[in-house]
T-cell receptor, first 113, second 108 residues
């Protein structure tokens, strides 16, 4: 079956622009996660959804970052007024349950100029 | 929060050699996963292994939860094994906490 998909794969934004990153999880997966991966580092947790409920957003670095999953399937990560330090790869993962195997999408590489 | 340490940070091998990657973690875990990140950035699941031993072809993994470490074995390495290997754990919450990764280079 289809894996986790993300779009766009690459995004270039000028500093101050808003961006929206999309994640399509594996069909039927209840849990959805967003991670941020800086160059040369391991992924770091941003936020977690169980169905449409955002249960943990402790990793969001500022109030410029906002995530939603209104119907419990597709999720969008929005970054307002992008800054250069937001440049990173944003990874989405889904899982059948909270402690099940997490499957990752290909990521969106965001470059803020 | 839980800490994850991977060693060695970098490894260079000749094709056909074997290697062992180690992951130490600071607290009890509900989940431990090993990933291979390919040159295009895709994180590929290798093992879901909170405890015990699993094998998949030339790869195997062992987690000793009581001693808070996991090992990933790669036998008869191939150039396609090159990339970054991550260990990630779930402690008291659902999020995965990743180590800093180990960069493996396999030369022909």
């Amino acid at each position: 079956g289809a894996g986790v998909s993300q779009s766009p794969r690459y995004k270039v934004a000028k500093r101050g622009q808003d961006v929206a990153l999309r994640c399509d999880p594996i069909s039927g997966h209840v849990s959805l996660f967003w991670y941020q991966q800086a160059l040369g580092q391991g992924p770091e947790f941003l936020t977690y959804f169980q169905n449409e409920a955002q249960l943990d957003k402790s990793g969001l670095p500022s109030d410029r970052f906002f995530a939603e999953r209104p119907e419990g399937s597709v999720s969008t990560l929005k970054i307002q007024r992008t800054q250069q330090e937001d440049s990173a790869v944003y990874l989405c993962a889904s899982a059948g349950g909270g402690t099940d195997t997490q499957y990752f999408g290909p990521g969106t590489r965001l470059t803020v100029l | 929060g839980i800490q994850v340490e991977q060693s060695p940070p970098d490894l260079i091998l000749q094709e056909g050699a074997n290697s062992t990657l180690r992951c130490n973690f600071s607290d009890s875990v509900n989940n431990l996963q090993w990933f291979h990140q390919n040159p295009w950035g895709q994180l590929i699941n290798l093992f879901y292994i909170p405890s015990g031993t699993k094998q998949n072809g030339r790869l195997s993994a062992t987690t000793v939860a009581t001693e808070r470490y996991s090992l990933l074995y790669i036998s008869s390495s191939q150039t396609t094994d090159s990339g970054v290997y991550f260990c990630a754990v779930q402690g008291g919450s659902e999020k995965l906490v990743f180590g800093k990764g180990m960069k493996l280079t396999v030369n022909p």
